[in-house]
């Protein structure tokens, strides 16, 4: 069994499970994480998971908004380990290069005012997120894509090829 987790409150999980894939958005609570991967696994001998790895601050968020990104991606990490299920972190551009192609953007000159660079970088990934999300569901059209499960798709089916 294969699972693949994009941390967050925006995230999803997905799984391919003796030929099925499936996904969910992320649980709200760490009880609910815990139960949802709990189900996701149950009668299953083993399964190894693939979670993006991600940084615990991103520029514009608060102070306290990192740390309860970095306390979730804890939770996630701990309800792995409890129901004893290997995994290993991919960055997202490893996986996202594989799946949609390495991005051709031009450089954004550094005398950019901050409002512009950010508008602009919002909307390269506005752009990134709805080609995983056409892609995932071209691959899985039997499955529900959303934009909050779409890159966990991505990462299932990276780890589903890396596994062959």
């Given at each position: 069994?294969?699972?693949?987790?994009?941390?967050?409150?925006?995230g999803g999980i997905a799984w391919k499970r003796n030929g099925t894939v499936e996904c969910i958005e992320m649980p709200d609570t760490p009880l609910d994480v815990?139960?949802?991967?709990?189900?996701?696994t149950l009668g299953i001998g083993s399964a190894s998971c693939l979670i993006e790895q991600v940084g615990g601050y991103m520029p514009g968020n608060s102070g306290?908004?990192?740390?309860?990104?970095?306390?979730?991606?804890?939770?996630?990490?701990?309800a792995l380990l409890?129901?004893?299920?290997?995994?290993s972190s991919i960055l997202p551009a490893k996986w996202e290069h594989w799946?949609?192609?390495?991005?051709?953007?031009p450089?954004?000159?550094?005398?950019?005012?901050?409002?512009?660079?950010?508008r602009l970088l919002a909307?390269?990934?506005?752009?990134r997120k709805t080609k995983?999300?056409?892609k995932a569901q071209a691959l899985f059209p039997g499955v529900k894509v959303t934009l909050k499960t779409a890159d966990a798709l991505g990462m299932l089916a990276y780890a589903m090829e890396v596994s062959k």
């Open positions: 069994m294969l699972i693949a987790i994009d941390p967050g409150q925006s815990l139960k949802a991967i709990q189900a996701i306290p908004a990192a740390v309860k990104f970095a306390r979730h991606c804890g939770h996630l990490d701990m409890a129901l004893g299920i290997s995994h799946f949609i192609g390495k991005p051709s953007y450089k954004i000159p550094k005398e950019t005012p901050a409002a512009e660079r950010r909307e390269r990934k506005r752009e995983i999300k056409a």
